[in-house]
């Protein structure tokens, strides 16, 4: 109930903050855009790189609003508040990783499709990649949770934040590319998608409880 | 420092006197320090002379790979100690979480720069051993991409235990991210086996009889047993400096109370002594 009633806070105060929420998906559809201005518009080459290109640029993107992630609710001292809700720490970090995905990697899911598209992928591969970016997300939302709350309170933050999450997500987008890669070269994107569904099981319990540690030392 | 002075530190009453909490006790373990760290500094630098040196000018040559595989003597131990360096930090971390030992905190900081130092060695002698053998400086494969990120890991832990003006919180945001980087380990280990990889799979196990000469066995140990003796060296010095660096600061901090209590306005001369 708890929980429930902090995601539909979460989520209206992301909707009511809309521009944040639209800046990830501008910068992730921004960078895909970039690469065919810097490597050259042959389709071709376009399409081999398509699915690593959109990995990536989402990767980013979704890394960029998880700075504010705890951050103002950090300043104003409704964090505090959030952990004496009767819900766990873990919990909180759980609906907070849950309104991230919601917010931002949902979009993100839909702006996919064009994205790859516009880079011209073949378009049999966009159930694949679709497929992927859905766990991959997923994934990525708990590891940036964790991520965020670690460097909650930390001198330059913001900054910090990638360098921990990145070598982490590292896996998330091995496997998420893989897949495609796999499909693009006739085989089964099966494996891989096993693969980043064991890596969403690990993350699941991980994740929360690491968040959950980190955001109790913050508010002691 | 004089042993005198470490001697004179009282032990604290209802300390545990048996199993390894009692070396979480900064005295003890500072007395304990102090002895066995000569000793492990002459091990360490007489093992890994003597295995460079029968390594690197008398050990036999690769029937394949010729006098290149002399570089294993250096890169074998450096990627050894860089996981299990890994695997001390996360150890301290999760002492450091569970029972909230202070010493931990202190050792955990001291290892991440050590391990990412034996890690940039991993990697940079993996390097030139590369270039001869594969024809290529770097290769993106499964185990020189996980020990890649397992240098970016040491290398955030060391950042973010150092970004916050209250230690603490630096110390124990850095054990919840060593914690989460364990995830690595198993990666790195199981790479070889789990991909095709250019790097070659293990030739030495704990179970199994290894599949190397004799001759070039030796040599490895006694680099690997030398390596293993400068990490802990050098761990083992930089938290008792650590630990000395805290007195230090407290007697200072103690001293600035004292000065405050007797002359109003005193303290804050004394304070502008006290590194932040």
């Keep these: 109930m708890i929980a429930l009633a902090m995601l539909a806070r979460e989520t209206q105060l992301s909707f009511r903050h809309g521009a944040d929420t639209l800046a990830a998906v501008l910068f992730f559809l921004l960078t895909g855009a970039l690469f065919p201005l810097a490597l050259g518009p042959s389709p071709e080459m376009l399409a081999r790189f398509a699915p690593g290109i959109v990995w990536v640029a989402a990767l980013l993107a979704a890394l960029l609003p998880l700075d504010r992630l705890f951050g103002a609710d950090f300043e104003d ?13 873990s919990g909180v970090a759980l609906v907070k990783a849950a309104a991230h995905w919601l917010v931002t990697g949902l979009p993100l899911l839909v ?10 992928m073949p378009s049999d591969l966009l159930a694949t990649l679709l497929a992927g970016l859905l766990i991959g997300t997923l994934a990525l939302s708990l590891l940036g949770t964790a991520g965020a709350a670690i460097v909650l309170g930390a001198r330059r933050g913001g900054v910090l934040l990638p360098l921990l999450v990145l070598p982490l997500a590292t896996p998330i987008l091995i496997f998420g590319a893989g897949a495609v890669e796999a499909g693009a070269a006739g085989l089964s994107p099966q494996p891989h998608l096993l693969l980043l569904g064991a890596i969403l099981a690990l993350a699941l319990p991980l994740c929360p409880i690491a968040a959950g540690a980190a955001l109790r030392a913050a508010c002691e | 420092m004089s042993p005198s002075s470490v001697k004179a530190i009282a032990e604290p009453r209802g300390a545990p006197r048996r199993g390894w909490h009692r070396f979480a006790n900064p005295g003890r373990f500072l007395r304990a320090a102090s002895k066995v760290q000569p000793w492990l500094t002459a091990f360490g630098v007489v093992l890994t002379a003597v295995g460079l040196i029968w390594g690197l000018f008398f050990a036999p040559a690769d029937w394949q790979q010729g006098d290149a595989v002399r570089i294993m003597y250096i890169h074998v131990p450096a990627a050894w100690l860089a996981s299990a360096g890994y695997l001390m930090l996360a150890l301290c971390s999760a002492a450091s979480l569970v029972w909230r030992h202070p010493l931990a905190d202190l050792a955990a900081a001291e290892i991440g720069p050590i391990g990412a130092g034996f890690t940039a060695l991993c990697l940079a002698t993996g390097s030139l051993w590369g270039k001869p053998m594969w024809g290529a400086w770097w290769v993106w494969d499964a185990r020189l991409t996980s020990v890649l990120v397992l240098f970016f890991l040491y290398l955030g832990h060391i950042t973010l235990v150092r970004a916050f003006d209250d230690p603490t919180r630096g110390y124990r945001a ?7 980087g364990v995830v690595n380990l198993p990666i790195i280990k199981f790479s070889v086996d789990w991909w095709n990889t250019l790097h070659q799979p293990a030739t030495i196990s704990l179970t199994g009889a290894p599949s190397m000469y004799i001759g070039m066995l030796w ?16 761990a083992l010095a930089g938290t008792r400096a650590a630990v000395m660096e805290r007195r ?29």
């Design chain 1, 77 to 89: 001292g409704s964090l505090d508040q959030l952990l004496l809700s009767g819900l766990p720490a």
């Design chain 2, 248 to 276: 230090i600061r407290a007697l200072l901090l103690a001293e600035a109370a004292r000065a405050e209590d007797s002359v109003p306005g005193a303290a804050d001369a004394l304070e502008t002594q006290v590194p932040a």
């Design chain 1, 111 to 120: 702006a996919a499709g064009p994205e790859a598209i516009m880079l011209r």
């Design chain 2, 174 to 180: 850095g054990a919840i991210l060593a914690l989460l």
């Design chain 2, 219 to 234: 040599p490895l140990a006694f680099s690997a047993v030398g390596y293993a003796c400068v990490f802990a060296a050098l």
